[in-house]
């Protein structure tokens, strides 16, 4: 016989999960990482605009990774994978196919653990893998492209929808501009992943 949970305190309403409408992370205000973002008020050359822009704009970057994260694992429960094989599959996706070795730097796996990766992934049907003709030793793994629209890119679209839609109310030279942000964001990230890779050695 399980045992019975203990209800709320009198007085006060029972929790209740939210819903897709209403669920949000909930974001505190300014938290103490965002303290060296900007110096303190009133310190010279810093306006309180400029300050106040320099901890929104640590502040939406956090939002966003943190975000993009819980929407991922979201995706890979509905996709029937978990976090860490849907990345190494988006990962998979810009070129179609690469080696084993390629996959397991480009996550920072293990080759143990990308071994186990592209098992699951081969076993979903999203990936095959063979030999490399030109050396027996690698394998190269290429993504079942038909399974990844099938499966994958349904739970996607209606984002992207919304992307799209976001971006047509940009001008080409503010979608430069994003562009060329998200282009040095990717460099900075770049830089830093082998900087803590390499502390890992």
Same mark, same amino acid.
């Given at each position: ?21 209403? $669920?949000?992370?909930? $974001?505190?205000?300014?938290?103490? $990482? +965002? ?10 050359? $810093? ?20 975000l993009m994260q819980v929407m991922s694992q979201a995706a890979a429960d509905i996709i029937g994978l978990n976090a860490t094989d849907l990345n190494c599959l ?28 592209? #098992? ?11 030999? +490399?003709? #030109? #050396? ?25 929808? +919304? ?8 001008? #080409?030279?503010?979608?430069?501009l994003i562009v060329r942000f998200y282009d040095e964001m990717e460099q900075i990230i770049r830089k830093h992943l082998a900087r803590l890779r390499e502390r890992?050695?």
């Amino acid at each position: 016989m399980s045992e019975e949970l203990p209800g709320p305190p009198a007085g006060q309403e029972p929790a209740t999960p939210p819903d897709a409408d209403t $669920w949000q992370v909930p $974001w505190a205000g300014q938290t103490r $990482w +965002d303290a060296h973002w900007a110096a303190e008020p009133g310190a010279a050359g $810093w306006s309180q605009e400029r300050r106040m822009l320099a901890l929104e704009f640590a502040g939406a970057i956090r939002k966003t990774g943190s975000l993009m994260q819980v929407m991922s694992q979201a995706a890979a429960d509905i996709i029937g994978l978990n976090a860490t094989d849907l990345n190494c599959l988006n990962i998979l996706s810009f070129s179609g196919s690469l080696t084993a070795g390629e996959l397991a730097r480009a996550t920072g796996l293990t080759t143990a653990s990308i071994t186990g990766v592209v #098992d699951r992934l081969e076993a979903a049907g999203f990936v095959t893998r063979e030999r +490399d003709l #030109d #050396d027996r030793r690698r394998v190269v793994v290429s993504l079942v492209l038909e399974k990844a629209v099938s499966d994958v890119a349904p739970v996607f679209a209606p984002m992207v929808a +919304d992307w799209q839609e976001l971006a047509r109310g940009y001008s #080409d030279e503010d979608l430069r501009l994003i562009v060329r942000f998200y282009d040095e964001m990717e460099q900075i990230i770049r830089k830093h992943l082998a900087r803590l890779r390499e502390r890992q050695r």
